[in-house]
């Protein structure tokens, strides 16, 4: 019997554009993108780069929409593993980078929301700048995953327990880079912090995999 071939044309498309995406960063600023890769390590980053934050950042906007790439290639990966399919969607996958876009934009915006509130915006300005940094180099990280689940690694669920909890080990360094930069704010303001994570931390995230469980029919 002749084994199907599985096509991964469109990855490859979104993986290249992803590749030019970085390239283009880097381009745009050489010097912020070798502090940027070595963010983990080193603090440096998050303390030069937040003082000149700006709403619209062509360099944080080039690193997000690889991060929006590499998460939707990702996900469509665990979602093909999970139905045990090798069928690709482009309707699906436009519509899941789509989904993580809103979500992303959406949520970002409640938190500037609810910092106005709270009068909190200069903490969360810093706590916001910290997070974004973080997920798009996770964004960069997940590029060469994908690579390797797509042509080299037989995707099993021990292999995608890993990458999650990767991204939360790098998520939790971040945050504590974060709280060492800015702990005397985050003090001073600490009773109005711990309600803004409850609120929009954790709460997100519960509603989503509620509604996915719901969806799923788990």
Do not use: W
Not at 11 to 40: C, H, N, Q, Y
Not at 62 to 79: D, K, P
Not at 179 to 198: A, D, G
């Amino acid at each position: 019997m002749i084994r199907p071939i599985v096509s991964h044309e469109l990855f490859t498309i979104l993986l290249t554009i992803g590749l030019m995406v970085i390239a283009a960063a880097r381009m745009v600023s050489p010097k912020r993108f070798e502090d940027f890769v070595i963010v983990l390590i080193n603090n440096k980053y998050l303390k030069i780069y937040s003082r000149d934050q700006k709403f619209l950042d062509k360099f944080d906007g080039l690193l997000f929409g690889n991060l929006i790439l590499s998460l939707s290639v990702f996900f469509y990966i665990f979602y093909q593993f999970l139905i045990n399919s090798a069928e690709v969607s482009v309707n699906t996958m436009f519509k899941l980078a789509v989904g993580i876009t809103v979500f992303i934009l959406i949520k970002v915006l409640l938190e500037r929301l609810i910092a106005s509130v709270f009068q909190i915006d200069k903490l969360i300005d810093f706590y916001l700048f910290q997070k974004i940094t973080i997920k798009n180099f996770f964004g960069l990280v997940l590029l060469p995953i994908n690579a390797l689940l797509l042509y080299t690694i037989k995707p099993t669920l021990n292999t995608f327990y890993v990458i999650i909890i990767l991204m939360l080990i790098i998520n939790l360094i971040g945050l504590i880079a974060s709280f060492k930069t800015y702990l005397s704010v985050i003090k001073n303001n600490l009773f109005y912090f711990i309600l803004y994570l409850c609120a929009l931390e954790i709460a997100p995230y519960v509603i989503l995999y509620k509604v996915i469980l719901v969806n799923n029919n788990i």
